[in-house]
């Protein structure tokens, strides 16, 4: 066989499928020379192409990025963007319900990181600015780009990095093509509720088209899926010091041990299973003319429909914060590892949706003007709507403490930390025993009394939007030394988003009566729950009953302390930016220099509206709040690409860069108290947002070779250090009111007031190294042809103090990542196992209210696998553009881990393994 030698000619020409603006123009630069050389051209499908055209990315992009590409639409290598961008060196994912969501970059989380969509920021649909990419369906992805170091035209800020997606290119594919994609998916585990679903399916369909002589292109793919999850979860409230548990108040039996706070206690628990389903609806449009070389019009258009309906059962345990007597009977390493809970049970049938809808729309016009000049102008618009309906319904053996069947609940902490096993002495699926409404005083307000919380509803809501407008310029340069070219251009960005955040008591209509059995037409069976011990517990359709009048609500906004008002509140953001890139074409020493260097200047105005919150006679009082700030920064980069031969480089980046405030951290909603006995100390204490915060920044630095000895084949080193400055963390400013009076009317003592909320402060640095290889392994032996390795490791050290001096570890930071992948794609048939590793890291999760709380996560190692058949490529010309594909996900069993402060375990998520059996046919 012969050997494959690499050549940049080689690389340009295989790279001539992408849509790339780079690699377009890397292939016309070296058109010339194709009469000169002689080169064999490998031609590979499947898993290899996607590897060979991700590699080309990466070699001909003047910044350091990373890339993943698709054979074709609908057919990137896994069934997930994030699944996708997690194997890539330096990037990791953060689990939510099982699926891989939340992006961090080199350590940075994904509030440090932009999401663009064919270049352009998009809005989020959670309270901040990270994107949740189960959101977008990987089937409508031709490429995703992620940029490590910035250039000073990207249209999107982040101190980690951009993550581009990009839709196909109509008039680059050249080719007409019809897809028809459907996937079948089962999870692991058997249905955990009688009601859930362990299976479902996907399908996609795309065309791309071209017309009237090829000036007119068109791309469309419509997807739909519903989708499975299931989880096994054990839930701790927390845990509390056994001496201080026990002076405000606790019901504890020492059993002989000395009660002191070296030790910690159970709480309470809430441990249960989940059955969920995802369904999205998504419609991608791509329309190009181009009816001569000077001009070039492209409209492109995305829409996503996402429900995702979660069933949760679970019998709640009440530890030492919820009255009855816990009984110590072993403590290992500090912690209470075995003990007895007598206290009564509540039995959990929840049910949460979450719908969100997303709509982006944008439209580019490339002309060019003179033969040295061509202007670009882009608008586009992306907006968000997402809805929460989260219900809480509780059932017992009575109304009120005291009143029904105590259990005596024997509890053992798993040694493996994978949660508890309870031994309870009730029968939980006895329909006679067990009855709607609430057996624990949990309610205790001022228009619900503590035994009429029957259940809760949590129902916050976000509406976002984006509008950008960017005119620039293009402006071919001679004789200007190193400089080949010059762009600049102006953007102006319009971002709002609102959140409005309620809760309703629950409380059945038949309050203050006996509790009741559940009516015969509602119960559905039985939950399984011996994984914790319990056995079966009653199942029924809560919603339905909530659904059919048998509760009424109470917004918990009038008397929660002003919580659901601080939480409610409106952040916009203008930004006006301009920029000027000089591209870099030289000789250094007779080799090849390339690059840019660039400054961009960033103005933003940013103002919030809200609510002052106050309590007078029990209930909550609001004031409207309105603040605005603006700042400027600006931004220079450079980077600079060294040819050292055909195939090695050496390159650099310089550049300072910004991440913005948390959107839900900039907000103008305040709980305000006032204290009338305050002389010259403050009479008041403010808490909630702060609308004036500012920009994290850094100044970053990275240096790497590059060496790329095959088609198919390349590795890299890189070390990368960032300066950390002005990062955000809780603080207090001191304040006089200009005007307040007291609640009741009357002149305050004073106005002095003291504010509790996020700051700028503090700095530090963040270093790594990143190491990555692409090995094909045909360069050992020819036997091997077909085989390969892709792998990467990243090291990172930080250190970092807030701005009182004290250690702060950055939100997403795992001091290790690494990825490995092991394939054979040759003659129609592929298989590769994948594993993505990263270590410990604190992350963001929602908390009670859907509040974001940081806890510690445990690192986790899952590996995937796929095997795939493609009959056109096998040489089954009858069949030639159909494949199939079995896939395994989480085959590794690897669950989420979160801990509490003492090392004990806070929540166990057992997701099981995920399968999925597809197709796709190309006509």
């Not at 997606?165 to 692991?188: F, I």
């Not at 019009?297 to 995702?308: I, M, P, T």
């Not at 949760?312 to 075995?338: D, F, M, S």
């Amino acid at each position: 066989m012969n050997k494959f030698k690499l050549s940049m000619l080689t690389l340009a020409i295989a790279a001539a499928s992408s849509s790339s603006l780079a690699l377009a123009q890397a292939v016309a630069e070296t058109e010339t020379k194709a009469d000169e050389e002689a080169v064999e051209v490998i031609s590979v499908r499947g898993f290899r192409r996607s590897l060979q055209e991700s590699q080309n990315l990466k070699m001909f992009n003047s910044s350091f990025v990373e890339a993943i590409s698709a054979e074709d639409i609908g057919k990137l290598p896994d069934s997930s963007i994030a699944e996708s961008l997690a194997r890539l060196p330096g990037l990791a994912a953060q689990r939510l319900d099982g699926r891989a969501s939340r992006i961090t970059i080199r350590g940075f989380g994904e509030n440090e990181s932009s999401t663009t969509f064919n270049g352009r920021e998009q809005v989020s649909i959670n309270d901040n600015r990270g994107v949740e990419f189960d959101l977008y369906p990987s089937e409508i992805m031709s490429q995703v780009v992620v940029y490590k170091t910035p250039d000073a035209k990207l249209e999107a800020e982040g101190i980690a990095g951009v993550i581009d997606l990009r839709t196909a290119s109509p008039l680059a594919r050249g080719e007409r093509v019809l897809q028809v994609n459907g996937q079948y998916e089962r999870t692991g585990f058997d249905k955990l509720n009688p009601d859930g679903n362990n299976a479902g399916a996907r399908g996609t369909f795309a065309y791309i088209d071209q017309f009237a002589d090829n000036t007119i292109g068109v791309a469309l793919a419509v997807t739909t899926m519903t989708s499975p999850n299931q989880e096994k979860r054990w839930n701790a409230w927390g845990y509390d010091g056994a001496q201080q548990a026990v002076d405000w108040g606790a019901g504890i039996n020492a059993n002989g041990f000395e009660l002191s706070n070296d030790f910690v206690i159970l709480g309470g628990a809430k441990p249960f299973a989940r059955s969920s389903t995802l369904e999205r609806d998504s419609v991608m449009a791509v329309v190009e003319y181009a009816p001569n070389d000077k001009l070039k019009l492209v409209a492109d258009a995305l829409y996503v429909d996402f429900s995702d309906e979660k069933i949760l059962r679970g019998i709640e345990v009440p530890g030492i914060w919820a009255g009855g007597t816990t009984t110590i009977n072993k403590i290992e390493n500090g912690i209470v590892t075995e003990g007895t809970i007598r206290n009564q049970a509540v039995v959990r049938n929840d049910y949460e949706v979450r719908d969100a809808e997303l709509k982006a729309f944008g439209f580019n016009a490339k002309y060019e003007l003179t033969d040295y000049i061509s202007l670009d102008f882009d608008v586009s618009r992306s907006t968000v709507k997402r809805q929460i309906w989260s219900m809480e319904n509780y059932s017992g053996t009575g109304r009120g403490e005291g009143v029904g069947a105590y259990d005596n609940i024997d509890y053992v902490l798993n040694a493996d930390g994978t949660g508890a096993t309870f031994s309870p002495t009730l029968n939980y699926a006895d329909w006679n025993l067990i009855l709607l409404g609430a057996p624990l005083n949990w309610g205790c307000k001022v228009d619900v009394p503590c035994d009429a919380q029957d259940g809760f509803i949590n129902a916050p809501e976000i509406d976002g939007d984006l509008t950008t407008l960017r005119l620039a310029a293009t402006q071919a340069l001679e004789n200007a030394g190193p400089f080949s070219s010059l762009e600049y251009g102006i953007s102006h960005k319009d971002r709002s988003k609102t959140k409005r955040s309620e809760g309703y008591y629950l409380t059945l209509k038949s309050y203050p009566d006996a509790l009741a059995p559940v009516p015969e037409q509602y119960r559905i069976g039985v939950t399984d729950l011996s994984f914790l011990g319990f056995g079966n517990m009653i199942a029924y359709d809560s919603r339905a009953l909530v659904r059919d009048g048998f509760y009424f609500g109470i917004p918990e906004s009038r008397a929660d302390g002003g919580g659901h008002k601080t939480r409610s509140w409106t952040v916009n953001e203008q930004v006006m930016a301009i920029f000027t890139q000089a591209n870099i074409d030289a000789e250094v020493m007779d080799k090849a220099l390339t690059g840019n260097v660039g400054l961009r200047y960033v103005k933003t105005k940013q103002d919030s509206q809200g609510f002052g919150s106050f309590v007078v006679d029990q209930l909550v009082q609001t004031v409207p709040t309105d603040v605005s700030h603006d700042f400027g920064i600006l931004l220079p980069s450079l980077n600079l690409k060294l040819a050292l031969d055909e195939q090695q480089s050496v390159r650099f980046g310089a550049a300072k860069t910004m991440s913005r405030p948390r959107m839900d951290d900039m907000n103008a909603s305040m709980n305000i108290s006032y204290n009338a006995n305050a002389t010259t100390a403050e009479a008041w204490s403010v808490g909630g947002g702060n609308p004036t915060l500012e920009p994290k920044t850094a100044i970053g630095f990275d240096l790497g070779y590059e060496n790329y000895f095959h088609s198919e084949g390349y590795y890299a080193v890189t070390v990368f250090h960032k300066e950390l400055k002005d990062w955000i963390f809780d603080g207090s400013t001191r304040f006089e009111f200009d005007n307040i009076t007291a609640p009741d009317g009357s002149e305050p003592v004073n106005r002095l007031a003291v504010s509790n909320s996020k700051v700028n402060g503090g700095s530090g640095s963040l270093s790594g190294l990143e190491l990555s290889a692409s090995i094909p392994l045909s360069i050992l032996h020819d036997s091997l042809e077909g085989f390969g390795i892709f792998a990467s490791h990243t090291k990172i050290t930080s250190d970092i103090k807030d701005q009182n001096g004290n250690d702060f570890e950055l939100p997403g930071l795992s001091d290790k990542i690494q990825t490995f992948t092991f394939y054979y794609d040759r003659d129609g048939f592929s298989a590769r196992a994948s594993m993505r590793k990263r270590s410990a890291f604190k992350g963001d999760i929602y908390n009670i209210g859907f509040a974001t709380a940081q806890v510690d996560i445990d690192g986790e190692t899952i590996w995937d696998a796929q095997l795939g058949y493609d009959f056109g490529a096998a040489g089954f010309t009858q069949l030639d553009g159909l494949s199939v594909f079995l896939q395994g996900q989480n085959l590794s069993n690897q669950p989420f881990t979160t801990r509490h402060g003492s090392g004990a375990v806070r929540d166990f998520q057992d997701y099981g393994r995920t399968y999925l059996l597809g197709f796709s046919y190309k006509f």
